[in-house]
Each structure stands twice: as structure tokens, then as C-alpha cells.
């Protein structure tokens, strides 16, 4: 190597070194003035529509349930309008089933009997395709319909841990890596989970260092069992709270290494989420033949990916973009079985609410065009409402 070439070597290191540490402390400074590390989410009020829908009983029910007082008191509004907290949502639900005169408990779905955790993964290796937006809103949808729910954040990126309101960075939260960390220090991941601003929904944050998990593997894999056997990490570590929750969905990140991997041997199911464009699409396929191979090899080593079903959901969909209509058309020709019948809408609602770190559920219809989030909502509730009942399926429930 010549002076001048080693001289740029040096340079680029340093500098780009320089560069991220700049850019990390005056990113941390514009997020502590507009998040303080201190600052909690709180969570808006639901209509008397939104929260007959998530109940699952009729307007004029809930309104006489509160006209005869019983359940809730609603906060009423001038005018008469009233709304209910998601912790009122979530006490009616008991309410609704102590008082109702059936014997099995509907309102409240957790699960009984035999029923097993569901564990869902969303997946895909390329990036932007809508992964964090699906299980963020999930979550929260089987939250708000009463199940209990456990977010697991296993893109070191963080982005579903800063969309729940956790920074760990700055929270200093320890994330999922010290549950399936390899030496000593593993930690029980009952010691990381986090309340968020939804009862019912709970997350184990990522952060940075959980891109460890990557180089960590490949070493233990080398050194002996422990390694060999590292699809087990999550099953083992959610092990210990298995009773506590009815669902767990885990965001993965976007590459096909062992988080991913490790993720998709814990799950009882899968959702592949694909942006219907010819390139996204031509990458899936890529991802669709390595991950195949991959859970062969796994396979062998005594791992397995065993679920009770795996769906492709539609994200960003423009139904009047014909190229991407098209794209839908040709997926469905090869891949019915596992489509999901509702395709994700592209909304500026979604994309608007996620500028403030937030939801659908969580922005205030009022402050934006109700047109547009009308539309936003439907087709998040009408795919949500489909995992839903896959769910319910695969715990033997009828419709
Ligand atoms: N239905 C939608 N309508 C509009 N914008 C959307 C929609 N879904 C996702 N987005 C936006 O697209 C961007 C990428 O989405 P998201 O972060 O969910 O993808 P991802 O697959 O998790 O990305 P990564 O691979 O980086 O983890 C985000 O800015 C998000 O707000
Ligand atoms: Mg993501």
C-alpha cells in the first residue's frame, strides 16, 4: 500500500468515526428536547364508537349500559359525546363477562385450556417493506381486543422500541440481547420487559447491541451445544413468561441472519410482509429460496420451524397504481392459499402519525383528515381483524 492510499485509509476511519459520534450526540439532543428521557406516552381517549367496536358490542348497548350506570363512567363531553379510556375498554371487558349470562368468557379472549401461545413473526429481509408498522399496530389491535400481548424488538435498529415510546439509548432499558446473550450475563427476560402506554401490551426493547447476537452466534456455534442449539434462544428465554401473555409478536430485522432465524424457530407463525412493487417483489423471492435452505439446515442441526400458519400481507398498497395492482393480481395467482384477503392501504396517516412516534391507534382522528384516516383504519382494522382470527383458529376456536 502507497502512502497516499494508507493515508485515505486512515482518514475514512477516522473520520466517519468522528462523524457518527457527532451524529449520534446531536440526534440525542434534538430527541431529548422533544422527548425528554422522563416523558411518558400517555394514550388518547376512544370514542363510544371505537370502543363498542373493540368490545365487540353494538352502539346503542354500551350507551345504555352507561344510561343505566352500570360498567364505566365514561368521560362525557359538551354535547353528549362520550369516551372511554383503553383501561375502561379493558375493565368492561371483565365487567361484560361477570355479568353476562354466558358461561363461556367472550369478552375476555384470552386463552384457556390447551391453547398455546401464539407467536408470531414478521419477517423479510428487504428493508421498508413495512415489517415495524405491522407489528406495532398488531400489537396494539390485539391489545385493544383484550388479548395480553408481549412486543419483542429484534431489529437493533430499535424502531418499534422508539414507536412504543422506549429509547433505550437513552433510557438506558436493557434490550432483548441480555436474554439470549451467550455468557454469563444472561439475564431472565421476565427483567426486561417494559409496560407500554396500552395495558395489556408489554416490549422488550432492542438496541444497538443486539447486532452482537449476529457475531456471537457463529463463535458459540464453534465452541459447542450451547451454540449449535442457538434457534432455541427465544423459545427458551419466553419459556418463563409463557403464562403471562396470549400473544407475542416479533419484529425482525431486515436481513436473513440468526436474530432472524432464531426468531422464526420460536414462532408458531409467520406473516412475510412485501410492498407490491416488481423489485421488492424479485427480492422476496430471493429471501423465500435462502430462508428454505436456511430451515433445511436448521433442520438438521435438530431445530425447527413448526407453524400453524404462515400468511404474505400486502404493505403500502396503492390499489389505483396499476403496476402495483397488477403486481397484487400475480401474486395472488401463485400464492392464494397464504395471501391474506386484506391488503395493507399506503396512507399518509400512517406515514404522518409515524413523524411523531406514533400509531393510528394513538393519533386523534380530529387532528387529521377524517377521510383519510378513516380509510387508514379500515384496512388496518380489516387485516388486523384477519390475524385475529387466525389466531383464534389455531387455538381450535370456531367463528
Ligand atoms: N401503510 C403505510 N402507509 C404509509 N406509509 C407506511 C405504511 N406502512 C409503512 N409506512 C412507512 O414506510 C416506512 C417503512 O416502514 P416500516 O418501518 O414499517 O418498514 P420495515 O420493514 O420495518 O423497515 P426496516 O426493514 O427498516 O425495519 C416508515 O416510514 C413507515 O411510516
Ligand atoms: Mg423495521
Not at 67 to 95: C, D, M, N
Request: aromatic share 8%; with cysteine; charged share 25%.
Amino acid at each position: 500500500m502507497n502512502a497516499v492510499a494508507a493515508q485515505t485509509k486512515v482518514g475514512f476511519d477516522d473520520t466517519i468515526l468522528a462523524q457518527g459520534r457527532e451524529i449520534s450526540r446531536r440526534l440525542n439532543q434534538l430527541r431529548i428536547e422533544n422527548f425528554p428521557p422522563d416523558a411518558k406516552k400517555t394514550l388518547r381517549q376512544f370514542s363510544l364508537a371505537e370502543a363498542a367496536y373493540f368490545l365487540g358490542v353494538s352502539t346503542s348497548n354500551l350507551k345504555k349500559l352507561h344510561l343505566e350506570g352500570k360498567g364505566v363512567e365514561p368521560t362525557v363531553h359538551a354535547g353528549g359525546r362520550r369516551s372511554y379510556s383503553a383501561e375502561q375498554i379493558r375493565e368492561l371487558r371483565r365487567w361484560l363477562d361477570q355479568n353476562g349470562r354466558s358461561e363461556v368468557k367472550k369478552y375476555v379472549p384470552s386463552r384457556r385450556g390447551n391453547e398455546k401461545l401464539q407467536v408470531i413473526a414478521v419477517v423479510n429481509f428487504k428493508g421498508g417493506s413495512g415489517k415495524t408498522t405491522t407489528a406495532a399496530h398488531l400489537g396494539q389491535h390485539l391489545a385493544l381486543t383484550g388479548h395480553r400481548v408481549l412486543s419483542i424488538d429484534l431489529d437493533p435498529q430499535a424502531s418499534l422500541s422508539a414507536l412504543y415510546g422506549i429509547q433505550p439509548e437513552l433510557d438506558h432499558y436493557l434490550s432483548i440481547y441480555e436474554a439470549i446473550r451467550y455468557d454469563d450475563s444472561r439475564a431472565p427476560i421476565s427483567t426486561l420487559i417494559r409496560p407500554t402506554n396500552f395495558p395489556d401490551l408489554d416490549i422488550v426493547p432492542a438496541s444497538l447491541e443486539l447486532q452482537e447476537y449476529e457475531y456471537d452466534t457463529p463463535l458459540a456455534m464453534q465452541k459447542g451445544n450451547e451454540g449449535k442449539l442457538f434457534f432455541n434462544r427465544i423459545v427458551n428465554a419466553l419459556d418463563e413468561v409463557d403464562a403471562r401473555y396470549d400473544v407475542v409478536v416479533l419484529d425482525c430485522p431486515p436481513q436473513l441472519g440468526y436474530l432472524t432465524l432464531t426468531a422464526l424457530s420460536a414462532a408458531t407463525s409467520v406473516l412475510i410482509t412485501v410492498h407490491p412493487q416488481m423489485l421488492d417483489l424479485m427480492s422476496m423471492s430471493q429471501f423465500l429460496l435462502m430462508l428454505g435452505d436456511i430451515i433445511k439446515t436448521v433442520k438438521q442441526a435438530g431445530g425447527d420451524v413448526d407453524l400453524d400458519w404462515f400468511r404474505y400481507l400486502i404493505t403500502r398498497y396503492e390499489p389505483t397504481d396499476l403496476p402495483q395492482a397488477q403486481m397484487v393480481g400475480f401474486m395472488q395467482s401463485m400464492l392464494t392459499p397464504q395471501m391474506l384477503k386484506n391488503e395493507m392501504l399506503k396512507s399518509t396517516a400512517i406515514s404522518d402519525a409515524g413523524l411523531t412516534k406514533q400509531t393510528l391507534y394513538e393519533v386523534e382522528r380530529s387532528a387529521m383528515n377524517r377521510a383519510t384516516y378513516d380509510r387508514a383504519m379500515e384496512s388496518m382494522e380489516a387485516v388486523n381483524s384477519e390475524i385475529r382470527e387466525l389466531i383464534h383458529e389455531a387455538w381450535g376456536r370456531i367463528k
